[in-house]
């Protein structure tokens, strides 16, 4: 029995101790990094597949049913081809040279082989592309011109105000897409804009917003909306009497009236009362037999944004 509890004792003297082991571990860990390090930096020869981005696609024409990959046989690496079949990496293929007069377009691939190269890492060697051509289907779309609807919500500070409507530049665009489609829309609006508080012009371009199966002649818009600061100037104007015939006289009451004008402020103090005219018309009289008379402004700075006068009507005397 002590000769069996001796043996015992001798076997777990001879395992590592807690130290040891750790150290041991990290030798492990090393030599595997070490051996994954020297297998994935020599190179392979692979077939990759890659799927396809295609660009430069002549405008008014849309693809479809087109090949979505192609396989290059390539030398590279093993942590770049892991990176490729870990990333999915696409490759792009030019349509700017290809003629789309035909019904059937052939995309020839050899001839991009330089350019496919520089999509893939510095050091890689590309041998060969599988296939070398490709067939690709496409349909030509008709066009259409349209306006741009801006959506935006626009809240300008306690005394601003805007000195002309909203402008979308351009205010509409060509758009390409099948027939049926085209004859289904009116109008193209753009991505939401909102701007809160404005106490300042507003500038911005804000992209439309993209329908499937359809091409616009542009991306974006530009919102243009000018802003000032504004406030009122109040004047006393004297009422003229128009089309009065000869020999005739009206006498109003009252003469005159007040009109209280929203201005920019920045031409608040070169408006006058002269550049307004506020009138009555004497033709109101015998037409209608009218007990008083309507104001009408016929004159005003362009750069007014609101106007309001009092009296509305006035009373009229008669003369020979």
Do not use: C
């Not at 015939?245 to 004008?261: D, M, S, T």
């Amino acid at each position: 029995m002590s000769n069996k509890r001796g043996g015992l004792d001798t076997f777990l003297n001879q395992l590592p101790t807690k130290g040891r082991f750790r150290f041991f571990l990290l030798f492990v860990l090393l030599s595997f990094t070490f051996w994954t390090s020297t297998k994935l930096s020599k190179p392979y020869q692979v077939e990759q597949s890659f799927p396809i981005r295609w660009t430069d696609l002549p405008v008014g024409i849309i693809l479809t049913d087109t090949p979505q990959k192609i396989n290059l046989s390539l030398t590279a690496s093993g942590i770049e081809i892991l990176f490729y079949r870990m990333t999915n990496k696409k490759i792009t293929v030019s349509l700017k040279q290809i003629d789309f007069s035909s019904d059937n377009v052939l995309v020839n691939l050899s001839n991009q082989t330089f350019q496919i190269e520089q999509q893939l890492f510095e050091d890689n060697v590309l041998n060969q592309i599988n296939p070398s051509q490709l067939y690709v289907n496409f349909s030509r779309l008709d066009q259409k011109l349209l306006a741009v609807a801006p959506q935006t919500e626009i809240e300008l500070r306690a005394g601003y105000l805007s000195d002309s409507p909203l402008k979308t530049i351009p205010d509409s665009i060509i758009v390409r897409g099948p027939k049926a489609l085209l004859d289904s829309i009116n109008r193209i609006e753009t991505q939401f804009f909102q701007a809160i508080d404005v106490n300042k012009s507003v500038g911005a371009e804000v992209a439309l917003q993209s329908t499937p199966g359809l091409q616009f002649s542009v991306d974006k818009v530009r919102l243009s909306l000018p802003v000032s600061r504004y406030s009122e100037k109040e004047f006393n104007l004297m009422i003229e009497v128009i089309n009065v015939p000869l020999g005739e006289r009206v006498k109003l009451f009252p003469p005159n009236a007040k009109v209280r004008a929203t201005l920019p402020l920045t031409l608040l103090g070169t408006v006058k009362a002269s550049d307004f005219s506020l009138v009555v018309d004497y033709q109101t009289i015998v037409s209608s037999k009218e007990k008083q008379l309507e104001l009408k402004m016929v004159g005003q700075p362009p750069a007014v944004k609101k106007l309001i006068w009092e009296p509305k009507y006035v009373n009229y005397l008669l003369r020979k």
